[in-house]
């Protein structure tokens, strides 16, 4: 099993509508949650971090943790063609160094 | 300003050589990483240093060696290359604190290796 795990995806949805990128980790250890968007060709940018259970949001992006379900979710509201990129879910242990990627899911938006 | 620099961006080189790749950050933090990102976008954690101390050392061979003159620089070497060398990788930084805050990762543009 893999600690972090994202369906590869391509997600496809079209302009407007809820995309729901979707997280599971092994290590009931985790304590800080991380969603990274990636664009082709450039590197990983944060967008969001959640440390509790339940909801956060921050403009159109919700992150959602249920740390007792081992699942971190990231809603991304009224999707844009501009959000089209793959996402990586981030996990890490309080007071350690690393951090554990997923493969990472691609959404496509379209127009 | 560029917060976390790396070169050079792209590098193509022939199997078995030296090559090293550079990183730079002016954010002020503590800690820096190496992370490889494969063709499948997976990305990896190989080394991590804090205030110039090796603190994370994942399974990677021993051809590659980083090294941390001060809080602001990591660089990376490879020997010898190898054909799966060929990768994307990241230097990122971050900052140790109290607060949840200074755990975010801040990645550089990557270096594009392409070993022939």
């Known amino acids: 099993q893999k600690e972090v795990e994202q369906n590869s995806g391509p997600l496809s949805v079209p302009e407007g509508a809820i995309a729901s990128l979707n997280c599971t980790y092994s290590?009931?250890?985790?304590?800080?949650f991380f969603w990274y968007r990636q664009y082709s060709g450039k590197s990983p940018e944060l967008i969001m971090f959640?440390?509790?259970?339940g909801d956060k949001e921050d403009g159109r992006f919700t992150a959602q943790l249920n740390k007792a379900s081992q699942y971190v979710s990231l809603l991304i509201r009224d999707s844009q063609p501009s959000d089209s990129a793959t996402y990586l879910c981030?996990?890490?242990?309080?007071?350690?160094?690393?951090?554990?990627f997923g493969t990472g899911t691609r959404l496509k938006v379209l127009a | 300003d560029t917060a976390v620099s790396q070169t050079p961006k792209y590098l193509v080189t022939q199997m078995g050589n030296d090559k090293s790749i550079k990183c730079e950050q002016n954010?002020?933090?503590?800690?820096m990483y190496w992370y490889k990102q494969d063709s499948k976008k997976f990305l990896k954690i190989m080394f991590s240093?804090?205030?110039?101390?090796?603190?994370i050392n994942e399974t990677v061979p021993n051809r590659f060696s980083p090294k941390s003159p001060d809080k602001a620089h990591l660089n990376l070497h490879i020997n010898s290359l190898e054909l799966g060398d060929s990768a994307v990788y990241f230097c990122?930084?971050?900052?140790?604190?109290?607060?949840?805050?200074?755990?975010?990762?801040?990645f550089g543009p990557g270096t594009r290796l392409l070993v022939l």
């Open positions: 990122a930084s971050s900052h140790r604190t109290s607060g949840r805050s200074g755990e975010t990762q801040y």
């Open positions: 290590d009931r250890g985790s304590q800080s």
């Open positions: 959640i440390y509790s259970n």
């Open positions: 981030a996990v890490k242990r309080l007071g350690t160094y690393k951090y554990i």
């Open positions: 954010l002020g933090h503590d800690t």
């Open positions: 240093y804090n205030n110039k101390e090796l603190i």
